[in-house]
């Protein structure tokens, strides 16, 4: 039977997890509100500091260094309507493209299954069979269950 020491303990321990999770979440806030400032004031030294040679390096401290990155970011179909248009009237000629050709379409799946188990059975031996079944079975026994857990914030 457990101690109420080693209650207090497991409670100690949890409470300092939460704790440091809902730091954890307000940190991740208080970044993500300073991001666009920071990165302005980024693009700031970058362009002041453009005719100097040194790469994207912007700031530097004890803490470490910024840099300066410049990501491709794609545009969202869901903000754009012309893309949005664009994407419904590919999907409406490539269903009337899969309706217009669906017997080809299923001769050519149909061969394809066929070369697939064809492929198949060219590249696997029985032992080679055997061995695969062994290894399922092994991967089944040594399969376990691993405690996590989880916390939501109140």
Known sequence: MMS????ENKEDIL???AAIRVQIAALEAKKKELEPAAIQAALDIF???SEK???KNVYQNDYGKIQLQFRTKKPNPDEHADLQTLDELIQLESEKA?????QQI???RYRIAELEDILA??????KGSILAREREKLIERLTSKVPAISFFHS
């Open 4 to 7: 109420s020491q080693q209650d």
């Open 15 to 17: 409470n300092s997890y």
């Open 47 to 49: 362009a002041a500091n």
């Open 53 to 55: 040679k040194g790469g």
């Open 98 to 102: 899969k309706r217009e050709n669906a």
């Open 106 to 108: 299923e001769e050519v």
């Open 121 to 126: 059975k060219l590249t696997q031996t029985e």
